[in-house]
């Protein structure tokens, strides 16, 4: 397999079909159509004869093409040994979804890498859908893009791709991790992966088995899942491997949360895509955040909450069975099933964590608001200040020398001449983009920290200013510091010796 797979990728890139030359053939008129599931703008766009059109076409578009043209393009004979392509009366239809990926977001002037990712084929384009099979591999959706933007992507030695079905994450954890273990459940997942990394000349270290079973025993620094979430009473069947767990509700994840970071080393970190279960008078954030175990800090965010009739909803059209004949009988017994359990909602969201080996420190936020992308890099920054803090008590806190960070802006509200406003808004443009509404004493102290001098000094310098008591500005003041450090409104030195030398300060 691994020289057919050579073989093939040698073709692809030769006939440019990669992420670049795709969206150059396309365009982005054709390109945006198409992650509606609309073909026909990529089919004006793609009616020369070249190979790329004859590829895009056969796979992207899931069109029939000639023998003949898809034989000049790549080694069909590989091609239809690997199954990823069927022969029928001169004509090649694709039987698997194969098509060029690269990451989310690379610096500038960087070319992307060169992978291609092979996965089921989907439903739905131009209204064409259909019931998915159990065993249905998942290529690159919403859900693994999210996911690979969340990670942080600092150089480790092992990584878990825990669920990784077609092997997205996997392949981006290779280019920062010594060696990545990547586990499914399903033998279908793993061989349609095992031709992800081939074409991608990744080296992944595959695993049969279900949730932790597979890495039981392990010690890594980097835990990463977008595991089968999906909310199903008890009782109710599973499904689809790559939804469904088989756990009722939200157990899966709440296990994950809970035994997972028994895998990680000292400082390693766990980002993992979970949906929980709301039930009436009690608070998402009680029940999730008795899922984390000791020793951690974690954040954990809900992103959204649909109603048990969206969700449901949601996950029969995911799956293709809102065009099966049964689809009104599978909507009312899932949410049948669903109220009977008292679910009065379904959370969608992410938990990040590391393991510290000291008390569990966590932050569970409701935040549906636009972030910056990727967020991987302000995650890991948000455990190096929650670290940073919980080791240092309050007068030490106004002891350190703070910093504004450098996406901060100061907004100012009030009556059009007035001597002072009504209101002073600290707002960050990146990570989290949080606004942070301040009086003018810490918007002052705030303005001051430029990382010379120390908090409490120019807390006291600005008591003297307006005349306010030192002492007790600083009792006040210092809940503030911590809230505007956890937020990266102003930042302390974190780093570890490390990497010091190669980041700058966070």
Known sequence: MRDHLARLRDAFAAAGYTTSGVDALLGPQASAALARQETVPARRATRGRSALDTLVRLFLLQ????????????????AVALGLVELSGGEA????????YGEASEPSGTDPPLWWVVSDLGTGLDGRARVLPEDHVLGVGGASTMLAQL????????????????????LHAARHSGRVIATDVSQRALRLAAMTAGLSQVTLDLRQGDLLSPVSGEQVELFVSNPPFVVSPAGRPARHTYRDSGLPLDEVCARLVGEAPGLLTPGGTLVMLANWVHRAGQDWRERVGGWLPEGVDAVVVQREVLDPAEYVAMWLRDSGEDAATTYPEAYDGWLAALQDAGVAGVGLGFVTLRRTDAGTTSRLVDWPHPVQQPLGPELRDWLDRRSW?????????????????????QEQVGRPGA?????????????????????????????ACDGTLSAATLVDAVAT??????????????????????????????RGPARAAADPPV
């Not at 803090?389 to 802006?409: F, Q, W």
Request: hydrophobic share 45%.
């Open 419 to 447: 001597e002072d406003p009504q209101q002073v808004v600290l707002r960050r443009a990146g990570g989290w983009r949080p606004a942070v509404r301040v009086d003018t004493e810490t918007a002052a102290l705030v303005g």
């Open 465 to 494: 200013v307006l005349g306010t008591d030192a002492a007790a500005l600083r009792a006040r003041i210092v809940g503030e510091v911590r809230d505007l450090v956890e937020d990266g409104v102003l930042l302390p030195d974190t």
């Open 63 to 78: 069109l029939p093409v000639p023998e003949a043209l898809l034989s000049a393009a790549v080694p069909l004979e590989e």
């Open 389 to 409: 803090l919980a080791h240092r008590d309050d007068a030490a806190v106004l002891a350190s020398t703070l910093r504004v960070g450098p996406d901060v802006s």
């Open 151 to 170: 990670t942080p992507r600092d150089p480790v030695t092992t990584t878990v791709d825990l669920g990784t079905g077609c092997g997205a994450q996997a």
């Open 93 to 100: 239809r694709a039987a698997l979804d194969v098509r060029p």
